[in-house]
């Protein structure tokens, strides 16, 4: 790989992450300087490479199960086969959003703008799943259960909006923005995990043996420390300058992040096995319109957001030299 020499930090405009000093690409970079990036030493090669590479292990696991026994065909596997295509969709959008953000202030923002809205689909994706297959069995049915989807398509809203929003505070109030981004997936991934918390609460109390549950336990500690990374701006923030290319918290947040989307998928696996062993009557069993009609219903109003919000930038204050 080749290194690019350092842009100077004034030259950036905003551009600039806590801690680290070089490595960035010139702004206002054409479309094919951005391509050949990809290939040169930056400190947005390993963020784009760390999930563009796991982008294709999930294509890959998608095109497994739709060639695999059932498929399409089977009604009980459509809440899998969404979630799958959301864990395809939001490591390479957030890959391009790496690759193409220094294109222009605007483009940077409108890459973020599909990055945001791709995680909020795979909240989205990952509610389906609980809903069809880790759900307790004594809250099936329930008004909860009933409820759920619908509060989670809600929750996309809200989250796409949420984040896409605090990219307008980030030149004037840049810590509240970062909180802001934050609440916004923190919160349905805490809401998702809700039939989650409680079978973990179960087993602690009854000394459970599912298979599922230590996966899913996997899953969930990585996802906490996810976001402990995101939030803390570690190693970075001790040593400045140190990890501008290599080790820096958005490389290691990426990675932790696909870790712990792999462990949620094969914990999700092992409960639908599972289920299949007690099936639900058909009438609770979530069609395909209900779970494409979900999925369909969030990826418009997430359009409507970024467009909204793109047409918005022109309203925005550059940001601060720094």
């Given at each position: 790989l080749l290194r690019l020499p350092p842009v100077p930090v004034l030259a950036l405009q905003g551009?600039?992450?806590?801690?680290?000093?070089?490595?960035?690409?010139?702004?206002?970079?054409?479309?094919?300087?951005?391509?050949?990036?990809v290939f040169q030493m930056t400190n947005e090669t390993l963020n784009i490479w760390t999930h563009f590479v796991p982008t294709w292990y999930f294509v890959w696991t998608?095109?497994?199960?739709?060639?695999?026994?059932?498929?399409?065909?089977?009604?009980?596997?459509?809440?899998?086969?969404?979630?799958?295509l959301t864990c395809c969709i939001y490591p390479l959008a957030s890959s391009c959003a790496h690759t193409f953000s220094t294109m222009s202030t605007?483009?940077?923002?409108?890459?973020y703008f599909f990055d945001y809205a791709a995680l909020s689909m795979y909240s989205l994706g990952s509610a389906l799943a609980y809903s069809a297959y880790v759900f307790p069995a004594e809250w099936v049915n329930s008004t909860f259960h009933r409820c759920y989807?619908?509060?989670?398509?809600?929750?996309?809203?809200?989250?796409?909006?949420?984040?896409?929003?605090?990219?307008f505070l980030e030149a004037e109030r840049p810590r509240?923005?970062?909180?802001?981004?934050m609440l916004a997936f923190v919160y349905p991934y805490l809401f998702d995990s809700i039939p989650l918390f409680y079978r973990f609460y179960l087993c602690a109390v009854e000394s459970c043996t599912e298979a599922a549950i230590l996966v899913h336990y996997k899953h969930t500690v990585l996802a906490f420390l996810t976001c402990f990374i995101f939030a803390s701006h570690l190693p970075e923030r001790l040593a400045p300058g140190h990890f501008d290319y290599i080790?820096?918290?958005?490389?290691?947040?990426?990675?932790?992040?696909?870790?712990?989307?792999?462990?949620?998928?094969?914990?999700?696996?092992?409960?639908?096995?599972?289920?299949?062993?007690?099936?639900?009557?058909?009438?609770?069993?979530?069609?395909?319109?209900?779970?494409?009609?979900?999925?369909?219903?969030?990826?418009?109003?997430?359009?409507?957001?970024?467009?909204?919000c793109s047409m918005s930038l022109h309203f925005m204050p550059e940001p601060p030299q720094r």
């Open positions: 551009y600039q992450e806590q801690g680290i000093l070089f490595g960035y690409r010139p702004p206002s970079s054409s479309a094919a300087d951005c391509l050949l990036s998608l095109v497994g199960r739709l060639r695999g026994p059932g498929g399409r065909e089977d009604p009980h596997a459509w809440p899998l086969l969404v979630y799958l605007r483009a940077r923002h409108i890459c989807v619908p509060i989670a398509v809600l929750n996309t809203a809200i989250s796409t909006s949420l984040s896409c929003y605090s990219r509240f923005s970062k909180a802001s981004r080790g820096h918290s958005h490389q290691v947040f990426h990675v932790c992040g696909i870790i712990s989307t792999h462990f949620q998928m094969e914990a999700i696996m092992l409960d639908m096995a599972e289920r299949r062993n007690r099936p639900l009557p058909p009438s609770l069993l979530p069609s395909s319109l209900q779970t494409l009609g979900s999925m369909g219903i969030s990826v418009a109003v997430s359009l409507a957001v970024i467009g909204l």
